[in-house]
Nanobody, 125 residues
Framework: QVQLVESGGGLVQAGGSLRLSCAAS????????MGWFRQAPGKEREFVAA????????YYGDSVKGRFTISRDNAKNTVYLQMNSLKPEDTAVYYC??????????????????WGQGTQVTVSS
């Protein structure tokens, strides 16, 4: 079992930055692919970014490439999402997720077995 708790959301002006954190419980954290998804009101959940268990590989959704960076610290059981050059369309609830690397696409939500409760990010224009 893995429990995930996100933090770091808030209100920021367009062009600003935020760093989200996701703290995980469980001794097997370092074996999981970690991902970030987001969901805006009235929209489907959208893949944001994912990172391999080792941190050696990352993958980003097209809408955030070049602006967001995912990283992890396995010693701290924490994954981060650094968000720069934020836009109003980045406004959403951001969710952290953990899953085994079973050869499934990392952007697919069904890869992930565990989800956090989400943290709100609001970008004002």
């Amino acid at each position: 079992q893995v429990q995930l708790v996100e933090s770091g959301g808030g209100l920021v002006q367009a062009g600003g930055s935020l760093r989200l954190s996701c703290a995980a419980s469980g001794r097997t954290f370092s074996t999981y692919v970690m991902g970030w998804f987001r969901q805006a009101p009235g929209k489907e959940r959208e893949f944001v970014a994912a990172i391999a268990w080792s941190g050696s590989r990352t993958y980003y959704g097209d809408s955030v490439k070049g602006r967001f960076t995912i990283s992890r610290d396995n010693a701290k059981n924490t994954v981060y999402l650094q968000m720069n050059s934020l836009k109003p369309e980045d406004t959403a609830v951001y969710y952290c997720a953990a899953g085994r690397d079973r050869g499934l696409p990392w952007f697919a939500s069904f890869l992930y077995d565990y989800w956090g409760q989400g943290t709100q990010v609001t970008v004002s224009s």
